[in-house]
């Protein structure tokens, strides 16, 4: 089946610096990968489209120079949390679809802890 | 989150019936979906439902569907300690899903 995985898994970084949060997919090709964002005990949040060879599509209330997008190939995006504030600890989750599917397969999720 | 509902809670007894609800309010969404997610793990897909069906059984687990009322339900039979979890509903909204906030299944010995 349809894999995706995201590393790294957990992160502890310091307040200032920036972390990139990589989403692949490891057997098909996706052209669409959405970053959702989870705080504890909430619901997963939808911060962006990763669109494959082109800008990323904010939601609304999403700092799109805070957090970087970069969709550069079909099997990979990246996410880039720049001056990260404790603010910014969070389950960031990524997930992304076959072409002609109808489910979105989910990465396991990177754990952003900002001191 | 906000448009789709969910109990936040629900605890039951091993080898009992568990049955958790959902409701969405985009009558658009083609799919609706069950994920469930472990501690400090990300989602696992459970089962899916295309919206013309009302009912969908995959072993332990059987989706209702009311597309009037815009409800969903997952019952899983006979529940086991090992689906001690957060169960999140989803509605697909174009390609995105939009999840509710989860409910949170405790199976107790």
């Known amino acids: 089946g349809a894999v995706v995985s995201q590393h790294p898994s957990r992160v502890i970084c310091k307040s200032g610096t920036s972390v990139k949060i990589e989403c692949r997919s490891l057997?098909?090709?996706?052209?669409?990968m959405f970053w959702y964002r989870q705080f504890p005990k909430q619901s997963l949040m939808l911060m962006a489209t990763?669109?494959?060879?082109?800008?990323?599509?904010?939601e609304q209330g999403v700092e799109k120079d805070k957090f970087l997008i970069n969709h550069a190939s079909l099997t990979l995006s990246t996410l880039t949390v720049t001056s990260a504030h404790p603010e910014d600890s969070s389950f960031y989750i990524c997930?992304?679809?076959?072409?002609?599917?109808?489910?979105?397969?989910f990465g396991a999720g990177s754990r952003l802890t900002v001191l | 989150g906000e448009d789709v509902e969910q109990s936040l809670f629900l605890s039951v007894r091993e080898g009992d019936s568990s049955v958790i609800n959902c409701t969405y309010t985009?009558?658009?969404?083609?799919?609706l979906y069950w994920y469930k997610q472990e501690p400090g793990a990300g989602l696992q897909l459970l089962t899916y439902?295309?919206?013309?069906?009302d009912m969908k059984q995959d072993q332990r687990l059987t989706v209702l569907l009311n597309k009037k009322d815009k409800h969903l339900s997952l019952r899983i039979a006979d529940t086991q300690t090992g689906d001690s979890a957060i169960y999140f509903c989803?509605?697909?909204?174009?390609?995105?899903?939009?999840f509710g906030k989860g409910t949170s299944l405790l199976v107790t010995p």
């Open positions: 057997d098909f090709q996706a052209t669409t």
């Open positions: 439902i295309f919206s013309n069906m």
């Open positions: 985009d009558s658009s969404s083609t799919y």
């Open positions: 990763s669109n494959e060879g082109s800008k990323a599509t904010y």
């Open positions: 989803a509605e697909n909204s174009g390609y995105a899903l939009n």
């Open positions: 997930s992304a679809g076959h072409s002609g599917a109808n489910v979105l397969t």
